[in-house]
Nanobody, 125 residues
């Protein structure tokens, strides 16, 4: 099961970096994604990365501000969030899905089998 780290509170315009750890034994064959859910709203896609790290995709709402990456040696997936806005305030979830295609990114939450507990991110104006 993925475990998220790094949430917190910042002023608008600030930065945070989230980390997600998946057990090393299975990490290399899992495509990973970040999703978020604000109070009263549906869970929405934020960013995804293929298991090899060769392909990434981010939502239009965070493009140019958020970056997803992964370290194949340590088994950690990162979400670098810059120029945070109050609209980014939500619980952020890391998810994993077993995939053999090395360039495949997965954006639909229904396709992910494993989910973390979530970490709160708050950006205040």
């Amino acid at each position: 099961q993925p475990v998220e780290f790094g949430g917190g509170s910042v002023q608008a315009g600030g930065s945070l970096k989230l980390s997600c750890v998946l057990s090393r034994g299975t990490f290399k064959t899992y495509a990973m994604g970040w999703f978020r859910q604000a109070p009263g709203k549906d869970r929405e896609f934020v960013a995804a990365i293929s298991w090899s790290g060769s392909n990434t995709h981010v939502a239009d709402s965070v493009k140019g501000r958020f970056t997803i990456s992964r370290d194949l040696d340590s088994g950690v997936v990162y979400l670098q969030m810059d120029v945070l806005e109050p609209a980014d305030t939500a619980v952020y979830y890391c998810a994993a899905t077993a995939r053999s295609e090395d360039s495949l990114v997965v954006v639909s939450p229904q396709e992910y089998e494993l989910w973390g507990q979530g970490t709160q991110v708050t950006a205040s104006s």
